[in-house]
């Protein structure tokens, strides 16, 4: 009997993970968009990355038992088999891990490449639309997150499938685009020879951001965690609020740059933690005048509408579907391979 694609999926619960610096977000999926049982661990209180797995699976047995694949969406580049986290102290095989979990498949993706693949499938209500007025279908997204750091990425059609655009794009320089933006450059040029865009536009780069202004005039003022920035800037505290206005037009300029880098008129999508947190405010800020200010293509940045994800755990769903493609691909890797071998010996004895 042949093996539906569920069969092929699936065969038992899979295991979804999405590992930051700080915390490791499991979830179990039993079926197409049955991500279940989401837990929250510390990194810190587990010495390695497979005895955060068995602590979690230690509250699932059952679901441990028929485990065979599983996808992991890391804060990490992902380069061949060998994983060490920039923010934290695991590090692992990714091969040795699978054989030691006792795994069919264990896949290691970036996390900002799974929140990618997590768009194309985001409901309407997990979005709130900051202007723009169409979206062409089956076009080039593009993906720009503020968190800890800055992420940029796309999803591009590819024959009734999304493939990931990787990306690390955070790391270009910072353009200023305006005369206070330009003071900000100068202050941080007296602390880092390249100053990247996600030294400002980021979780941290709310206190970078801050601290540059009251340099810049003459302020005394305490340094401040990225949330009291957050804070009081929402409550009307003035220095803040331009801190806050500050970052969201120096993102209206990224997510612009992204846009017609990729020629995304599939849209721009806004995640990362740092936005959400914003609520109107980001509406109502410079955002979105600055994400049209780009000369002879804002007419083409004014038709782009631009997403803010509100979705609670995106990247896993994300990392779910880049497992499905995977295990897709593996099985019709599999069926080709006695075709593939039959030609092979054909040819070697023409």
């Known amino acids: 009997m042949r093996d539906t694609m569920d069969d092929v999926l699936f065969g038992g619960a899979r295991l979804l993970a999405d590992i930051g610096g700080t915390n490791a977000r499991f ?55 060998f994983i060490k986290m920039t923010n934290h102290h695991w590090q692992f095989s990714i091969d040795a891990a699978r054989r030691d979990l006792g795994l069919d498949t ?5 996390d900002f490449a799974a929140l990618s693949m997590s768009v194309p499938s985001l409901a309407d209500a997990d979005l709130e639309q900051v202007g723009g007025t169409r979206v062409s279908p089956d076009a080039v997204i ?16 590819d024959a009734g499938r999304w493939k990931v655009l990787p990306s690390e794009g955070g790391h270009v320089a910072f353009s200023p685009s305006n005369a206070r933006e330009q003071a900000i450059l100068a202050y941080c040029w007296t602390k880092w020879d390249h100053v990247s865009a996600e030294r400002l536009i980021s979780g941290p780069g709310l206190a ?14 305490a340094a401040l965690e990225p949330a009291q920035v957050v804070e009081r800037g929402l409550a009307g505290d003035q220095l803040c609020a331009e801190v806050l206005d500050v970052f969201c037009g120096a993102l209206g300029t990224m997510a612009a740059n992204v846009a017609v880098t990729l020629c995304a008129r599939g849209g721009i999508y806004i995640g990362g933690g740092v936005v959400p947190r914003l609520g109107e405010f980001f509406a109502k800020s410079s955002f979105r005048a600055r994400f049209e200010n780009k000369g002879r293509f804002t007419d083409f940045c004014k038709q782009i509408p631009v997403y803010v994800i509100h979705a609670p755990y995106p990247a896993l769903a994300g990392a779910a579907a880049m497992l499905d493609q995977q295990l897709v691909d593996a099985r019709a890797a599999a069926q080709r391979a006695p075709i593939d071998s039959v030609t092979s010996t054909h040819h070697a004895h023409a």
């Open 27 to 81: 979830a179990l999926q039993r079926g197409p968009g049955r991500i279940e049982e989401i837990a929250t661990l510390a990194c810190a209180a587990h010495a390695t990355f497979t005895d955060a797995v068995r602590a979690y699976l230690a509250g699932h047995p059952g679901a441990a038992r028929e485990l065979r694949h599983a996808v992991i969406a890391i804060a990490n580049p992902v380069e061949g088999d």
């Open 106 to 110: 264990l896949l290691v993706v970036n």
């Open 142 to 157: 593009g993906l720009v997150g503020a968190g800890t750091g800055l992420g940029v990425g796309g999803v591009i059609p």
């Open 208 to 221: 970078t951001i801050h601290e540059a202004l009251c340099a810049i005039d003459g302020v005394a003022g």
